[in-house]
């Protein structure tokens, strides 16, 4: 059974940095595709950041880029998510996600990912 977690949310005020992580467990992750996402209170959930199976290729939303930096510890089955320079509307609950097929590219599609974690809130005060 698939398991993701996350962690490492909390209240930061503007310009400040919060690393997230997700350790994953029920399967063999170092071959999967991992991605973040967020939703904020009456939004949809969005695309944040995504890492290939091996660490070798980034997506990033426009958003985040450069702000944002998302990387793997296979060793750990763990993704992080190391969020710099943030603003009030990075406000939101961050979910970690994994696809269902192993090798895919590290894609901001919503419907590519087949687990998801509970979320962890992130509030960002200015």
């Known amino acids: 059974q698939v398991q993701l977690v996350e962690s490492g949310g909390g209240l930061v005020q503007a310009e400040g940095s919060l690393r997230l992580s997700c350790a994953a467990s029920?399967?063999?992750?170092?071959?999967?595709?991992m991605g973040w996402f967020r939703q904020a209170p009456g939004k949809e959930r969005e695309f944040v950041a995504a890492i290939s199976w091996n660490g070798g290729s980034t997506n990033y939303a426009d958003s985040v880029k450069g702000r944002f930096t998302i990387s793997r510890d296979n060793a750990k089955n763990t993704v992080y998510l190391q969020m710099n320079s943030l603003k009030p509307e990075d406000t939101a609950v961050y979910y970690c996600a994994v696809p269902a097929k192993a090798f895919r590219p590290p894609t901001r599609q919503t419907s590519e990912y087949d687990y998801w974690g509970h979320g962890t809130q992130v509030t960002v005060s200015s």
């Open positions: 029920g399967r063999t992750f170092s071959i999967y595709a």
